[in-house]
């Protein structure tokens, strides 16, 4: 597995879901028709998705904390 940041290519809105996608070892198109079937399902998909994108780091910014 690795890190969890945000990618700078491939991502479409913030790149959350190509995030996950690559944490998990799966397609990001697999991930996001995920998010979007979750959707349908009542509960807070939508902050989760903000929170994240606030929350994790740039691809870019976290190559440069290391």
């Known amino acids: 597995m690795t890190a969890l940041a945000r990618p700078t290519h491939g991502r479409v809105i913030g790149g959350v879901c190509a995030a996950l996608a690559r944490r998990f ?4 198109t ?3 028709v995920i998010f ?3 959707c349908l399902l ?3 998909q939508f902050l ?3 929170a994240l994108w606030i ?3 740039s691809e870019e910014k976290s190559r440069t904390a290391w």
């Open 36 to 38: 979007l079937l979750s």
């Open 30 to 32: 697999t991930m996001r």
């Open 42 to 44: 009542p509960g807070p």
């Open 55 to 57: 929350l994790l780091p």
């Open 48 to 50: 989760l998705y903000i």
């Open 25 to 28: 070892g799966t397609s990001a």
